[in-house]
């Protein structure tokens, strides 16, 4: 409801991506934001309303801008998701229903095994899509009936990835895939900021390590949207 209550489409669009940073605070990997939610601290709602402002430490928000209101709506999207909870539920999926309502078919990727607080492809498909299908949502309920909605597993069993070493299942599936979405301070900063990429690819997470931030010249919960665009062939 809160998505849709904002009118246009770069609204919209700025809406998800402010919900991806805090719902991505969920993070008991970081000690930083652990000892954050161990203090009662970290709710979704207030992270959302006292995110840093713009300019973010890495801030691509207006090439992504362009791209989704004068490009064409991607056909396939890969979103390889980070943390249970409502990193998941309150920041990616609303991201991945989002693009179901552009006519994107969306993929969520997620660890194979469980590492730290990381959702896993089992816990998607057992837990969280039939409690989306109950919600009997307009967008995302058809989506996951007729599949344009589904989990893989991504063959990680950490919460960094190496993109060198991913399950035959995914593999198979991003072979016509035009967008690719790396989240979480693990796989979209640490792992594979500088990643390049034959097709769109967004990469975007809250800082939850001092070095992180340091090694990127910005601060504690500063929030990092990294979009690259396909190269021109």
């Given at each position: 409801?809160?998505?849709?209550?904002?009118?246009?489409?770069?609204?919209?669009?700025?809406?998800?991506?402010?919900?991806?940073?805090?719902g991505?605070?969920f993070?008991?990997?970081?000690?930083?934001?652990?000892?954050?939610?161990?203090?009662?601290?970290?709710?979704?709602?207030?992270?959302?309303?006292?995110?840093?402002?713009?300019?973010?430490?890495?801030?691509?928000?207006?090439?992504?801008?362009t791209?989704?209101?004068?490009?064409?709506?991607?056909?396939?999207?890969?979103?390889?998701?980070?943390?249970?909870?409502?990193?998941?539920?309150?920041?990616?999926?609303p991201?991945?229903?989002?693009l179901?309502?552009?006519?994107?078919?969306?993929?969520?990727a997620?660890?194979s095994?469980p590492?730290i607080?990381?959702?896993?492809?089992?816990?998607?498909?057992?837990?969280?899509l039939?409690?989306?299908?109950?919600?009997?949502?307009?967008?995302?309920?058809?989506?996951?009936?007729?599949?344009?909605?589904?989990?893989?597993?991504?063959g990680?069993?950490?919460?960094?990835?190496?993109?060198?070493?991913?399950s035959?299942?995914?593999?198979?599936?991003?072979?016509?895939?035009?967008?690719?979405?790396?989240?979480?301070?693990?796989?979209?900063?640490?792992?594979n900021?500088f990643?390049?990429?034959?097709?769109?690819?967004?990469?975007?997470?809250?800082?939850?390590?001092?070095e992180?931030?340091?090694?990127?010249?910005g601060?504690?919960?500063?929030?990092?949207?990294?979009?690259?665009?396909?190269?021109?062939?």
């Amino acid at each position: 409801a809160d998505v849709d209550a904002k009118g246009d489409d770069a609204e919209r669009l700025m809406n998800v991506v402010r919900g991806c940073f805090a719902g991505n605070i969920f993070d008991l990997g970081a000690a930083e934001s652990a000892a954050l939610f161990g203090n009662g601290g970290g709710d979704f709602a207030s992270t959302k309303d006292t995110l840093k402002k713009r300019p973010w430490c890495v801030d691509d928000f207006d090439a992504l801008k362009t791209r989704w209101l004068y490009g064409k709506p991607h056909a396939k999207a890969i979103m390889f998701v980070d943390n249970s909870g409502a990193d998941v539920i309150l920041g990616m999926i609303p991201f991945a229903r989002e693009l179901l309502r552009r006519g994107t078919q969306v993929v969520l990727a997620a660890n194979s095994v469980p590492s730290i607080n990381d959702i896993t492809a089992k816990e998607l498909v057992e837990h969280i899509l039939p409690a989306l299908v109950d919600l009997g949502d307009p967008i995302l309920s058809p989506a996951i009936a007729d599949g344009r909605l589904r989990v893989v597993a991504s063959g990680s069993d950490m919460p960094v990835i190496d993109l060198r070493y991913l399950s035959e299942e995914i593999i198979n599936e991003a072979e016509d895939a035009d967008f690719v979405i790396l989240e979480g301070m693990g796989r979209g900063i640490e792992t594979n900021l500088f990643a390049k990429f034959s097709i769109d690819a967004m990469k975007i997470a809250m800082i939850k390590h001092k070095e992180v931030a340091t090694l990127l010249d910005g601060e504690l919960y500063d929030c990092v949207v990294k979009f690259d665009p396909a190269p021109r062939r």
